[in-house]
């Protein structure tokens, strides 16, 4: 079943990354430029921040299992309608829809783990589901840029609506309900803006979920602006993106493994510490080497490798963080606290595509900058709290 999840938690980055190596690609194809094609990410994002905000409160009222399965069904047909989407109007529209039912399953997953773990543990559980299923959008882009070679971008779409039916006929297998405490009131309007304000209220809540929201932003600027600097800038071949961002992604992994096997001796609040510095002097280093010498692939990867893996520090401890003071509303915790990184990761990675100039320097100003706020509030909410507060 934890294997499953942790699939289920890759169905956001797997869907950014399939298709990176084809973000020019589909430009050219569609007649649109280069922030139209940006914002098919950005919207995804926001889809999935909609969504993520959504599907909490719903499997509070009605279990994880139904609303884990109802949107992995309509993942699927989403995927299906942007793989023969006609226009970039058509596949910006479906990828919204795409992303707002992609956020159930990792969404259910966590309040899943909340349900049957308590903080440490859970902690300990998402960063080793986090290291793991970093695997998979590492992976991703080398297949996407195989599939672009063979069959063009609409082929991209094609397999995550084939891998949306594969997790739901496993999920209907495998999945159990461990939701025990079904409240009927979680989707009444005054119950669940009074649950959210509420949140929203709590200095530990925000402080987990405004540090690791900042924190994706840091990350989401390579996923948004990452293709069009390697491939656009430095000359990359579409079908090797895929396996620069391996290298990438597999500092994701380091950094998830590393967190779970450190976390039970150090704690979460140490983790998300040096995690958030770890992304603040990537970003910096990142914003020296694209302003002096000669641009290179190293300059590039170097520092967003140093990002990813600070990223795998502080998410599944802000993710456990949040959620850890709320086991009577947990899946409402996860989707707010879901929702709050997303947003803000969306609008953070929006801002790529019209800085872009055509060199790495947009990108990394904006991952220093965000992370730069990461470790405000870090110390402003989280120094010296324990998650509990």
């Known amino acids: 079943m934890l294997v499953l999840m942790t699939a289920m938690v890759a169905i956001g980055p797997v869907s950014t990354d399939l298709y990176l190596p084809s973000l020019p690609s589909i430009g050219a194809a569609l007649g649109a430029g ?163 304000g509420r949140l929203y209220r709590h200095p530990t809540f925000t402080g987990f979920a405004l540090t690791g929201g900042f924190a994706y932003g840091g990350l989401f600027s390579f996923i948004s602006g990452g293709s069009f600097v390697l491939i656009g800038t430095l000359g990359v071949a579409p079908e090797n993106f895929g396996f620069l961002f391996m290298v990438v992604a597999g500092a994701f992994v380091a950094g998830g493994l590393t967190g779970g096997r450190l976390v039970p001796r150090f704690g979460s609040v140490a983790m998300i510490r040096a995690g958030v510095w770890i992304g603040t002097v990537s970003g910096m280093i990142g914003v020296i080497l694209s302003n002096v010498g000669t641009p290179s692939l190293a300059a590039v990867v170097v520092p967003s490798a140093g990002m990813f893996f600070a990223f795998a520090l502080v998410n599944p401890n802000c993710a456990a963080g949040a959620i850890a003071p709320f086991p009577e509303m947990a899946g409402t915790a996860a989707s707010v606290a879901g929702f709050t990184q997303m947003a803000i990761g969306a609008a953070i990675g929006s801002l790529v595509g019209p800085l872009f100039d055509g060199t790495a320097r947009p990108m990394f100003a904006v991952m220093m900058t965000t992370m730069t706020v990461a470790v405000v509030i870090f110390y402003a909410r989280l120094r010296d709290r324990d998650g509990l507060g």
Do not use: K
Request: net charge positive.
């Open 34 to 196: 280069v922030a139209e094609v940006q914002l098919t990410l950005g919207l995804f994002m926001g889809g999935f921040a909609a969504g993520t905000l959504t599907c909490g409160p719903i499997s509070d009222r009605f279990g994880r299992r139904p609303t884990m399965l109802v949107g992995l069904g309509l993942f699927v047909v989403a995927s299906l309608a942007c793989a023969t989407a006609t226009t970039i109007d058509q596949l910006m529209g479906w990828r919204v829809v795409q992303g707002f039912a992609g956020a159930a399953a990792p969404i259910v997953s966590r309040a899943v783990v909340r349900d049957l773990y308590q903080r440490e543990q859970a902690a300990r559980v998402l960063s080793y589901m986090a290291g793991a299923m970093a695997l998979a959008p590492a992976l991703a882009p080398v297949l996407g840029g195989a599939i672009h070679v063979a069959v063009g971008w609409r082929g991209q779409f094609w397999a995550l609506a084939g891998g949306g039916a594969l997790l739901l006929g496993l999920a209907l297998m495998v999945i159990p309900e461990t939701n025990r405490r079904h409240d009927p009131l979680a989707l009444r309007a005054a119950q669940l803006l009074g649950n959210v």
